[in-house]
Every structure is written in structure tokens, then in C-alpha cells.
């Protein structure tokens, strides 16, 4: 029998931002689709072949890890300010990241290390993580949802 492997993320169509649909089984897995679907709009190429990514990014000492400790009242806000702050990394340090291991995660809180590769440039440059159309929600036991605008 073949397991069938969760959806991520999706791409909605959108006039002038770019709209995404992210997809997890708890609100942790949401957060870390979500900061992969970001560094995905950044950089696909870079993100499609993460594992390789790493492993490349390493050996070129392209490599770069940032800890991340951001506080908010909720989900929904604690998301748009985690990849807000992931954002300003990495407009700071040239980099697109696509993973996070979390040392701390709550309702409130998320702490830990997000780790990226450093590009050359971005495919999109995404100016700024809204806080249109954001609801971090479960839509059945174990199937959270949030959609995510980008103003590119």
C-alpha cells in the first residue's frame, strides 16, 4: 500500500499579491509549511530540492541558521510575525529559509532555529507577510488550515 504524502501548501490565484492556502496536521506543522511555502515562492528550485539544498548550501558554506523567538496574543498573529521576522532575515542576509525546528511552540510563543541557504537572488521578492485573510484553524481533528497573502 502507498502512503499518500500531506499536501504542504497551494497556490491561490490572486491579482496583485500571491495568495496560499498552508496546510498541517497540528499548528506547528502549519507554521513550518508555512515558512517553507514562503522560501518556495522566494526560491523554488532552491526549496523543491531542500534535502539537497542542505547538503549543497553546507559544502559551499552557503549554509545559514538564525534563531527566531517571537511572542504574539494568538495564532493568526504569531504567524504573520514569525515569518515576518523569518522575512527579515532574509532580506538581511540574502538567504531563502525553508525549515524550522522548534524549541518552544505555543498559541503565543515560537522559538527555535530556522535554517536557509543563501542565494544569489530571489525569483520573488516578497515585500511584506499580511495579515489579510490570516485565521490559523482547525478544520477537522488534526487538519489545521490558514491562508497567507504576500504583497510582492
Given amino acids: 500500500m502507498v502512503k499518500e504524502i500531506p499536501k504542504k501548501f497551494e497556490i491561490l490565484e490572486h491579482t496583485a499579491d500571491i495568495r496560499l492556502k498552508v496546510f498541517g496536521s497540528s499548528p506547528k506543522e502549519l507554521f513550518k509549511n508555512a515558512l517553507y511555502a514562503m522560501g518556495y515562492v522566494q526560491k523554488p528550485d532552491i526549496v523543491e530540492q531542500s534535502t539537497v539544498g542542505r547538503i549543497i548550501g553546507r559544502l559551499r558554506g552557503r549554509r545559514v541558521v538564525e534563531e527566531v523567538a517571537i511572542e504574539s496574543m494568538d495564532y493568526d498573529t504569531l504567524l504573520v510575525d514569525f515569518l515576518s521576522g523569518v522575512l527579515s532575515y532574509s532580506d538581511t542576509q540574502n538567504a531563502v529559509f525553508f525549515d524550522v525546528k522548534f524549541k518552544e511552540f505555543s498559541e503565543n510563543k515560537a522559538e527555535g532555529l530556522i535554517y536557509g541557504v543563501k ?25 489545521w488550515e490558514s491562508t497567507l497573502v504576500f504583497d510582492i
Fill in 119 to 143: 542565494v544569489d537572488d530571489f525569483d520573488k521578492d516578497i515585500k511584506a507577510v499580511t495579515y489579510h485573510e490570516v485565521e490559523v484553524k482547525e478544520i477537522e481533528p488534526g487538519k
